[in-house]
């Protein structure tokens, strides 16, 4: 199985982590989970004036689920992937029935890349959690990961290969890692 590379490199970064990570701290609002993004007007919910969390990113990808589609860092990586010649499906629902989503896909040889939000994800360097409503965010970012692990299981089970990053790793760290797993599933394809 391969690892995160920051299990294995460890903390590298000094720099500041995405704004809305930096804004997690000041969380108020409780989003309401039952919302879809197209029916809520965040204005709404955000204290008048606010800049900050309630009409940031961070509460934006609560509504849509957790897995944050088309955010910069998976901009960032999916343009780095592109670049080096790869071509992918992106937010990729691999399996029938399930409403999963892969970040990356290459499906004809079943590799998932997954770039972990550090917030959602608990990131070491980055995942504080917000003081307050805690047990509300305790709760909700281990549905999350209870999520996330199942679908890497299902994944797993229907032979897929996946890789998880952290949203803070550097796309041109992530492409080699992403480029070695698929040469991995050619060679094991091919010699099956
Ligand atoms: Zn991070």
Redesign the pocket.
């Known amino acids: 199985m391969l690892r995160r590379s ?1 299990d294995t490199t460890g903390p590298r ?1 000094v720099r500041r ?1 995405p704004r809305e ?1 930096r804004h997690a701290g000041g969380m108020a609002v409780k989003p309401n989970k039952k919302s879809s993004a197209s029916s809520v007007n965040l204005r709404k919910v955000a204290p008048e004036g606010s800049d900050s969390w309630a009409s940031s990113e961070a509460v934006r990808r609560s509504m849509l689920g957790n897995r944050g589609r088309d955010t910069r860092p998976e901009l960032a990586m999916r343009s780095a992937l592109h670049k080096s010649g790869l071509r992918f499906r992106k937010n990729y629902r691999p399996l029938r029935g399930s409403r999963g989503v892969v970040d990356v896909a290459f499906t004809r040889r079943k590799v998932a890349v997954q770039l972990d939000g ?1 917030f959602w994800h608990g ?5 504080s959690r917000p003081a307050t409503n805690r047990a509300y965010w305790d709760e909700k970012l281990q549905r999350n990961a209870e999520r996330d692990t199942r679908l890497q299981r299902e994944l797993e089970d229907e032979g897929w290969t996946v890789l998880r990053f ?3 790793e550097p796309p041109l760290e992530i492409v080699p890692k992403v480029h070695e797993a698929l040469a991995l599933r050619s060679s094991f394809r091919s010699s099956a």
């Open positions: 920051s970064h982590p990570v550090c990131c070491p360097e980055h995942g952290w949203e803070h």
